[in-house]
């Protein structure tokens, strides 16, 4: 594996600092949560990020964008993960952005995405478990266009969005790739019907339902009945960005637990000097470091176009997740009673964990998925 | 730069097409394909003898020593490009021994030149063998607390004890060791000596491990004169030496958890739901950690690893490698309880299981690794 160039390193820089400073807890989302924003963000922030070009980070340069990769937005995502900052960049500029690039949506959305104007989400779940190839969603031919008939869930930011990447079925049944079509449907269509909903973290999805929404057939992001490979380009790209973010969050709240290690003290001495401590801390610092291994393996070979991102990407997202939730739960446990607290920043970890280790597929679908790749 | 490596990659291709024997590019299926060298080494094959003779001949064996010191010379892009080759046609490593992944890098670092134009070139060439005296009956986690008594004798250090778990000491031709030079000081009184195995007064005795081999010894010393000359790094300041060389100990051993590589799911095709799962969880696990172990190697390399990140590689491969060892024994029942059946190959899967316990012990155990890194990496108060 490479190590990362001067420029990674630089964007590495540029986002940790400019996370830590304007993306704090404490800035934007103990903020955004206790106005119960209807976002979950803040769109000032997102401008920010395009003041920095990062809106831009994986849209191509023959677009006004950095053209840069799967490498690069994990940098910035392990850095949105260590200060749980709410933000599209995730599903606008990592997911949508692959989903829609190198078809004519791209000209009509990527120049808002670049300005830090425009939110764009997936809407691909139909039930409580990421089972992406069983899209039910009827999509039907009539006129020049289609109707779409059916209902979503776990749309991230999908009331916030002014273009949902809607997963549907125009031939075929639930369970086959074939026949799953994408389209670019505006949030305002007519018989789209939108409930925000909070979720343990605060963020924001919606429940979407679908009655007889008309979209033109230019809606079609890429080929009628070949939706898959997009959906599944930019579901790697979702799942490196989510392992990369959960990195970050097993790295934040993990900084938390060492700092109330130093400095809190029991039986007259530091709770760190207890070597039943010392052992799970330095258990959780290898797990991490080997997560984060995973996470940038995973994007190294998406960006070098290698047979094996898939099993990559799958292993990242299933030891991250992995990896979070034992630095959650070992969070919350060292820190004892105050980890239990509201006011204490140790339990936002843990619910953001939870909404991300969720997110394009749990621990246990990807290691089936790793399964089913390695032939068993 | 990338003209000049590409130039080394075809030459090296073409080199080793023409010069690694077919046999010595079948994977390596038990330790008697393993080439030690040595001075009583017999080669398996007509193979083995030409395959060492080829590399060493080009300093390969250590492809990124010194040329002067019987080393490759290669540069940190070329010695990878070699590597990389070499697996390209699966050919084995030719020469495999505690000379080149633990005495040799510390004598790069502590040695004078003349040890390290003596000692280095041996190491290289596969001529001498070595093994390791470090751990004692009383002296295993708390290494620092070694009795093995050398006393200046003017022009000989005589050197007096006992040590335990010496690798292959029975196959050695020299030990590195680890003396007491002072009782004022405990790491302040060891220091670091060299010596033959052939020497009047040393004796060794295989111990029987409960997986049925016996790779470790005890070693005895009974009045052993060694040359004043033949200590590295100053008197009483051995302990420098042995802990860098631990660090090279823990690396070598921690590519250890990779095991025999490869998907155990595959390996083992389980047909039961819930072992599956296990063994699918722990696939991730391997696969994550085989990430790790690239991009340890990479930041190693390039001086940006921690120094004591060994001690957590070493303690996240090994306890790896015995979780491997417990699902292939899940995964093959009755099958796998057979102990020297000829369907069962001797054994293999019971007698690797039993061993590999012995992963997260030797070199370190994992709880001293985990105390290694609660102190040094997360800097912990009283670690």
């Known amino acids: 594996m490479a190590l990362l160039t001067d420029d990674q390193k630089m964007l590495q820089e540029t986002a940790a600092s400019f996370l830590a400073e304007e993306g704090s807890i404490a800035k934007q989302?103990?903020?955004?949560?206790?106005?119960?924003?209807?976002?979950?963000?803040?769109?000032?922030l997102w401008r920010q990020f395009a003041e920095l070009g990062l809106t831009g980070i994986c849209i191509p340069e023959s677009h006004g964008g950095l053209g840069l990769g799967a490498t690069e937005a994990a940098l910035v995502l392990e850095e949105i993960g260590r200060n749980l900052t709410p933000s599209p960049f995730l599903g606008t500029a990592v997911v949508a952005a692959r989903a829609i690039e190198g078809t004519e949506h791209a000209d009509r959305w990527f120049p808002g995405v670049l300005s830090g104007e425009t939110v764009l989400a997936l809407a691909l779940e139909e039930g409580p478990r990421h089972a992406p190839e069983r899209v039910a969603m009827e999509a039907k031919r009539q006129?020049?266009?289609?109707?779409?008939?059916?209902?979503?869930?776990?749309?991230?930011?999908?009331?916030?969005?002014?273009?949902?990447?809607?997963?549907?079925?125009?031939?075929?049944?639930?369970?086959?790739?074939?026949?799953?079509?994408?389209?670019?449907?505006?949030?305002?269509?007519?018989?789209?019907?939108?409930?925000?909903?909070?979720?343990?973290?605060?963020?924001?999805?919606?429940?979407?339902?679908?009655?007889?929404?008309?979209?033109?057939?230019?809606?079609?992001?890429?080929?009628?009945?070949?939706?898959?490979?997009?959906?599944?380009?930019?579901?790697?790209?979702?799942?490196?960005?989510?392992?990369?973010?959960?990195?970050?969050?097993?790295?934040?709240?993990?900084?938390?637990?060492?700092?109330?290690?130093?400095q809190r003290k029991q039986f007259g001495k530091f709770i760190g000097e207890f070597q039943a401590l010392q052992h799970r801390a330095a258990h959780l610092y290898s797990e991490i470091e080997i997560a984060r291994a995973a996470a940038l393996k995973a994007a190294e070979l998406i960006d070098s176009k290698s047979e094996q991102a898939d099993l990559y990407v799958s292993v990242a997202k299933a030891k991250a997740a992995d990896v979070a939730n034992l630095a959650v739960r070992e969070g919350v446990q060292m820190h004892g009673g105050i980890g239990m607290t509201d006011e204490h920043d140790v339990g936002l970890y843990m619910k953001r964990e939870a909404v991300l280790g969720e997110l394009f597929g749990d621990l246990y679908f990807h290691r089936e998925q790793v399964a089913r790749l390695s032939g068993y | 730069m990338t003209t000049d490596l590409d130039a080394f990659r075809a030459e090296t291709r073409s080199w080793l097409e023409e010069n690694c024997?077919?046999?010595?590019?079948?994977?390596?299926?038990?330790?008697?394909?393993?080439?030690?060298?040595?001075?009583?080494?017999?080669?398996?094959?007509?193979?083995?003898?030409?395959?060492?003779?080829?590399?060493?001949?080009?300093?390969?064996?250590?492809?990124?020593?010194?040329?002067?010191?019987?080393?490759?010379?290669?540069?940190?892009?070329?010695?990878?490009?070699?590597?990389?080759?070499?697996?390209?046609?699966?050919?084995r490593a030719p020469l495999t021994s505690f000379g080149i992944?633990?005495?040799?890098?510390?004598?790069?670092?502590?040695?004078?030149?003349?040890?390290?134009?003596?000692?280095?070139?041996?190491?290289?060439?596969?001529?001498?063998?070595?093994?390791?005296?470090?751990?004692?009956?009383?002296?295993?986690?708390?290494?620092?607390?070694?009795?093995?008594?050398?006393?200046?004798?003017?022009?000989?250090?005589?050197?007096?004890?006992?040590?335990?778990?010496?690798?292959?000491?029975?196959?050695a031709d020299w030990i590195f060791c680890l003396v007491r030079t002072s009782t004022e000081?405990?790491?302040?009184?060891?220091?670091?000596?060299?010596?033959?195995?052939?020497?009047?007064?040393?004796?060794?005795?295989p111990i029987l491990l409960i997986s049925g081999s016996s790779p470790f010894c005890e070693t005895f010393f009974d009045d052993v004169k060694v040359p004043k000359e033949q200590i590295v790094g100053q008197v009483n300041k051995g302990w420098d030496v042995a802990k860098y060389?631990?660090?090279?100990?823990?690396?070598?051993?921690?590519?250890?958890?990779?095991?025999?590589?490869?998907?155990?799911?595959?390996?083992?095709?389980?047909?039961?739901?819930?072992?599956?799962?296990?063994?699918?969880?722990?696939?991730?696990?391997?696969?994550?950690?085989?990430?790790?172990?690239?991009?340890?190697?990479?930041?190693?390399?390039?001086?940006?690893?921690?120094?004591?990140s060994p001690s957590m590689m070493k303690y996240a491969g090994t306890e790896l490698n015995k979780r491997r060892n417990e699902l292939a024994m899940a995964a093959g029942g009755s099958?796998?309880?057979?102990?020297?059946?000829?369907?069962?190959?001797?054994?293999?899967?019971?007698?690797s299981w039993l061993r590999s316990k012995g992963n997260s012990i030797e070199g370190g155990t994992s709880e001293i690794q985990l105390n290694i890194v609660a102190k040094h990496i997360l800097r912990l108060p009283g670690a």
């Open chain 1, 29 to 44: 989302l103990r903020h955004w949560r206790s106005i119960n924003c209807k976002d979950g963000f803040g769109h000032g």
């Open chain 1, 143 to 262: 006129g020049n266009g289609f109707v779409l008939n059916g209902a979503k869930q776990f749309v991230v930011q999908g009331a916030s969005a002014d273009m949902l990447v809607t997963a549907a079925r125009t031939s075929g049944s639930a369970g086959e790739t074939n026949g799953i079509t994408l389209f670019a449907v505006p949030r305002d269509a007519s018989g789209l019907e939108t409930e925000n909903l909070a979720l343990v973290d605060s963020s924001k999805a919606a429940r979407l339902n679908f009655t007889n929404v008309q979209v033109d057939a230019d809606a079609v992001i890429g080929k009628v009945d070949g939706g898959w490979q997009p959906l599944k380009r930019a579901l790697a790209a979702g799942n490196a960005g989510a392992a990369a973010e959960l990195v970050g969050v097993a790295a934040g709240t993990t900084a938390l637990t060492l700092e109330y290690l130093r």
């Open chain 2, 21 to 91: 024997p077919t046999e010595m590019r079948q994977p390596i299926r038990s330790e008697a394909d393993v080439c030690w060298g040595g001075r009583n080494w017999t080669f398996k094959s007509e193979a083995q003898r030409q395959w060492l003779e080829a590399m060493a001949g080009r300093g390969w064996t250590v492809p990124d020593w010194p040329a002067e010191y019987g080393g490759g010379g290669l540069s940190a892009p070329e010695a990878l490009v070699l590597k990389e080759e070499m697996q390209r046609i699966g050919a």
């Open chain 2, 101 to 171: 992944s633990m005495l040799g890098p510390a004598l790069l670092k502590f040695g004078t030149e003349e040890q390290k134009r003596h000692y280095l070139p041996q190491i290289a060439r596969g001529e001498i063998r070595w093994c390791q005296g470090y751990s004692e009956p009383g002296a295993g986690s708390d290494l620092a607390g070694l009795q093995t008594k050398a006393e200046d004798q003017g022009d000989h250090w005589l050197i007096n004890g006992q040590k335990v778990w010496t690798s292959y000491a029975d196959k």
């Open chain 2, 185 to 205: 000081s405990k790491q302040g009184g060891i220091s670091f000596l060299l010596f033959d195995m052939a020497s009047p007064g040393v004796s060794t005795k």
């Open chain 2, 245 to 308: 060389l631990l660090g090279h100990e823990r690396e070598m051993i921690s590519g250890m958890g990779l095991g025999m590589g490869g998907s155990l799911g595959a390996a083992t095709r389980p047909a039961d739901p819930l072992l599956r799962a296990e063994i699918a969880a722990f696939d991730v696990d391997a696969l994550a950690f085989a990430a790790m172990s690239e991009r340890f190697a990479a930041m190693w390399k390039a001086g940006e690893a921690h120094p004591a």
């Open chain 2, 335 to 351: 099958d796998a309880l057979e102990w020297d059946s000829e369907r069962s190959k001797g054994g293999t899967t019971p007698r």
